[in-house]
């Protein structure tokens, strides 16, 4: 549609059975390099609205998604991931700086407007471990802000290396027993794209 003397207005139903997460993200978000990669499958409405400024600030979006094989390209953060996973299972002696890779897949409903992308419910499998979140980050990459539950194959007294710990947490595992898992636990992302803080919420308060 072509609204006089501002330019056309585009409206797309797009489905891609199997792009890369990072064009994906490139597209959509100013950071670089994407933070992950990885293989996307999405049916989306897209809509550009009509206007001199630049694509990315007329683009929205809203649709959902499932992306498999995720990598993510901060080592710090996909150290976090592995040693999140190995922890999950039952393997903390193991979760180090430099683990093996994990293989993940994420799946949920996204909308995309005014610079941010918000997700009303995302689920993250991992090894271990499922994780559903909900939350927003700005698609300059400068925040996050995430807040949901991770429930993991491992009671919390098995998550931890020290038999000390393991041995203090084993009176609250109970109380983390939940629904079938070993443990079920709130957990919040925040920060930025450079700095993103993991926060488990064992009592009163979030610890990182």
Not at 36 to 49: E, F, P, Y
Not at 172 to 178: G, L
Request: contains cysteine; aromatic residues 6%; positive net charge.
């Amino acid at each position: 549609m072509d609204e006089k003397g501002k330019g056309h207005t585009i409206d797309l139903d797009v489905d891609i059975p199997a792009g890369r997460i990072q064009d994906f993200l490139e597209l959509a978000v100013k950071t670089s390099p994407p933070v992950m990669s990885g293989v996307i499958q999405t049916k989306t409405k897209l809509h550009i609205a009509p206007g001199k400024e630049r694509v990315v600030q007329k683009l929205s979006m809203k649709g959902e998604f499932t992306e498999s094989r995720i990598h993510f390209t901060d080592p710090s953060v996909e150290d976090k991931v592995d040693m999140m996973s190995l922890c999950a299972q039952g393997d903390p002696k193991q979760a180090k700086p430099g683990a093996p890779d994990v293989q993940s897949k994420m799946t949920g409903h996204f909308e995309m407007k005014n610079g941010k992308m918000n997700f009303p419910d995302l689920d993250y499998e991992l090894p271990g471990a499922s994780v559903r979140l909900s939350g927003a980050y700005t698609l300059d990459g400068r925040q996050y802000d995430f807040m949901g539950k991770v429930r993991t194959k491992a009671e919390l007294s098995q998550m931890v290396g020290s038999k000390w710990k393991s041995i203090l947490l084993k009176p609250v595992d109970p109380f983390f027993h939940k629904h079938g898992a070993g443990a079920e636990i709130p957990v919040k992302i925040s920060g930025t794209g450079d700095s993103p803080h993991f926060g488990l919420k064992l009592g009163g308060a979030y610890a990182k």
